[in-house]
Nanobody, 123 residues
Framework: QLQLVESGGGLVQPGGSLRLSCVAS????????IGWFRQVPGKAREEVGC????????KYADSVKGRFTISRDNAKNTAYLQMSGLKPEDTAVYYC????????????????WGQGTQVTVSS
């Protein structure tokens, strides 16, 4: 059974940076696509972006394009979400998700989810 644990969240000032990590255990991530999502209470969950298992292709929501970068290190069974130029509207609980999807593109659904990590952008 694949388990995902996010870390790296916290309080940061506007314009600052954070790097979130998503560490997987139980199964090697090599053939898994990884998605990053965020959710604010009372609002729908938003997909921030994803990285494919094959070729490491990435895709981003327009709201974060140019500011966020998703990467992965299969040797460490870990995916990352590097966030820079943070804005107050980026405040949310951030989740990583995974799906066994051996492809160069990201899936539309994910089967495994982490517990989330809080990111707060405020001065």
């Amino acid at each position: 059974q694949l388990q995902l644990v996010e870390s790296g969240g916290g309080l940061v000032q506007p314009g600052g940076s954070l790097r979130l990590s998503c560490v997987a255990s139980g199964i090697a991530l090599d053939y898994y696509a990884i998605g990053w999502f965020r959710q604010v209470p009372g609002k729908a969950r938003e997909e921030v972006g994803c990285i494919s298992s094959d070729r490491g292709n990435t895709k981003y929501a327009d709201s974060v394009k140019g500011r966020f970068t998703i990467s992965r290190d299969n040797a460490k069974n870990t995916a990352y979400l590097q966030m820079s130029g943070l804005k107050p509207e980026d405040t949310a609980v951030y989740y990583c998700a995974a799906r066994n999807h051996a492809s160069w593109y990201c899936p539309s659904e994910y089967h495994y989810w982490g517990q989330g990590t809080q990111v707060t952008v405020s001065s």
